[in-house]
């Protein structure tokens, strides 16, 4: 069956440092592959996606992610965390026209 | 880019009335859109698809009953639960799937319904 794990449950970052948000998936064939944000209280807001080629993906807000189909990995970068950075970071992959999530990591962000 | 809509964005009611949940998109047409339930500080849970014209497919273990759902439109699905209880409160999000571009879904704001 689909999954996708994140396997960090809470990361703290002071602003300005770099970022990296872990994603593994378990899919039979190639994945679609995306990043969600969402805020305290707010719907969800698409970072990037990742469908075929090129497999490091450029997004919103300065993001990018890289697609390693050996490590079954979609891990999350961001080279400067800003304090508006802080919320729930969704990873997720599409089954079967099913968006399938991953449980999420909470994000911190130091002054 | 693409916008979906929710209405109402919080409802409070009593336990044992019905509520309805509306979901637009509001500048593109979806065949397929998507009901999610998400508990505090958890992930999004899926509920049902719902595609325009047909029954909607719900996820094992949601009621049918309990959660009508209708796609009368390609820009309208409506999530009514009915005779809701306390236990029904959470956050419900809907996304709807661009029939011009089917890889991507986009995502409402959200809903949030405390039931009394």
């Known amino acids: 069956a689909q999954s996708v794990t994140q396997p960090d449950i809470h990361i703290t970052v002071s602003e300005g440092a770099s970022l990296e948000l872990r994603c593994n998936y378990s899919y039979g064939a190639t994945p679609y592959l995306f990043w969600y944000v969402q805020s305290p209280g707010q719907g969800l807001q698409l970072l990037l996606k990742y469908f075929s080629g090129d497999t490091l993906v450029q997004g919103i807000k300065g993001f990018e992610a890289e697609f390693k189909r050996s490590q079954s990995s979609f891990n999350l970068r961001k080279p400067s965390v800003h304090w508006s950075d802080a919320a729930e970071y969704f990873c997720a992959v599409t089954s079967y026209d099913k968006v399938i999530f991953g449980p999420g990591t909470s994000l911190s962000v130091i002054p | 880019g693409a916008v979906v809509s929710q209405h109402p964005s919080r409802v409070i009611c009593k336990s044992g009335t019905s509520v309805k949940i509306e979901c637009r998109s509001l500048?593109?047409?979806?065949?397929?859109m998507f009901w999610y339930r998400q508990f505090p500080k958890q992930s999004l849970m899926l509920m049902a698809t719902s595609n325009e014209g047909s029954k909607a497919t719900y996820e094992q273990g949601v009621e049918k009953d309990k959660f009508l759902i209708n796609h009368a439109s390609l820009t309208l699905s409506t999530l009514t639960v009915t005779s809701a209880h306390p236990e029904d409160s959470s956050f419900y999000i809907c996304s709807a799937r661009d029939r011009g571009r089917t890889d991507t879904q986009y995502f409402g704001p959200g809903t949030r319904l405390t039931v009394l």
């Open positions: 500048d593109f047409q979806a065949t397929t």
